[in-house]
């Protein structure tokens, strides 16, 4: 039972995360929010047996005002679940490390990761926002008090059953188009991608508050398969067979890539952020890296030391979680809601 506080506990992926720690009743869980609560009702802490109000204000442009409010909330426990993707949210990030480490009772801190290895090159992750993440990696190897860890759950399976199944994401389309029965491969679609459904990543995070020491990397990887592998489990739930393109690595590497059509319509609903330029470079970005192994994290099982497998470690403390296959069968099967 711990005191955690959540940067970006208001978002996405960060709500999830906030909602999986408070699921549990152990800890006492704070939302670090440039924006103050409104008509919040407040909660009673499983600590203290006290009310308190979750949603803290937060001013991250002061590293002296950071760690005042953080020894004022007791925080134990750190996550960072900004959406890394823009100089000023890494500003932040790494401000947030700084009042950290200064701070007395500060123990443990998780930057916001929550993807693939943020280190490896670009000929095997050609996505340029890293450099975010890895500015945060660097601040942390400076720190002498908190210890830290990295979250692996590699693509969010969330993907493949939009918008059918109900995800906190932004829609998006990768390799398979199961609305129009379309597909588009790289290379051979033979390359390997590792997923979990957020939902899942969210939970298994929660319950890693509960390990008495952390390695550099927890995994929470659920389902692996290649891509050829998703198309025929597409198909399966589909019930039809999907027309299925291939291209090279390099038309992705190259932002000349084939467009799914679901895609061409989400960009036009983003006219106002740039159309489907910067969509089409996102989408080619991370095809490109699965393409190239970066998804890969069947990899880390081989490592016998600085990682951990959530989903081995607490297979008999958490729900059964989801694997590709329900996902899509949940999506596109014979019996989902059309």
């Known amino acids: ?22 699921e549990t009743g152990k800890h006492e869980v704070y939302v670090l929010s440039r924006k103050a609560a409104e008509n919040d009702p407040g909660r009673i802490s499983p600590l203290t047996g006290e009310r308190y109000f ?22 134990e426990v750190i996550i960072c679940a900004m ?7 890494s500003d932040a ?32 992750l050609p996505y340029p926002m890293k450099h975010f993440h890895v500015a945060a990696r660097r601040e942390l190897e400076k720190t002498q008090t908190l210890e830290y860890t990295y979250i692996y759950p590699g693509m969010f399976m969330d993907y493949f059953g939009q918008p059918r199944v109900p995800s906190v994401l932004r829609r998006l389309c990768f390799f398979v188009d199961p609305a129009h029965g379309q597909a588009v491969l790289p290379g051979d679609g033979e390359a390997k991608m590792s997923m979990t ?19 550099r990397v927890l995994s929470t990887v659920t389902s692996t398969v290649t891509l050829n592998e998703l198309v025929r489990l597409v198909e399966k739930s589909l019930g039809r067979t999907l027309q299925v393109r291939h ?15 679901t895609n061409m319509e989400i960009a036009k609903g983003r006219a106002g952020r740039g159309g489907l330029d910067p969509l089409r470079a996102l989408i080619a970005d991370l095809e490109a890296s699965v393409a190239l192994g970066a998804y890969d994290l069947t990899q880390l099982s081989g490592q016998k030391s600085g990682h951990l497998d959530l989903v081995k470690t607490f ?15 949940e999506a596109w099967g014979s019996k989902a809601v059309q």
């Open 1 to 22: 039972m711990v005191v955690v506080a959540v940067a970006g506990g208001l978002g996405d992926l960060g709500g999830l995360i906030t909602n999986s720690l408070l």
């Open 54 to 75: 979750p949603v803290a204000q937060t001013d991250y442009s002061s590293v002296d005002r950071l760690s005042e409010l953080l020894t004022e909330l007791k925080v």
């Open 83 to 89: 959406t890394m993707d823009s100089d000023s949210v």
């Open 93 to 124: 990030q790494v401000q947030l490390i700084r009042a950290a480490e200064r701070c007395p009772c500060v123990r443990r801190f998780v930057p916001s990761e929550f993807n693939v290895e943020y280190e490896a090159g670009d000929d095997v």
């Open 197 to 215: 459904f957020t939902t899942d990543c969210a939970r298994y995070l929660a319950l890693a508050l509960d390990l008495e020491t952390w390695p």
């Open 247 to 261: 291209q090279p690595v390099e038309a992705l590497l190259q932002h000349t890539g084939i467009d799914l059509p």
């Open 315 to 329: 297979a008999d403390k958490a729900p059964a979680p989801r694997r590709i296959e329900d996902v899509l069968e």
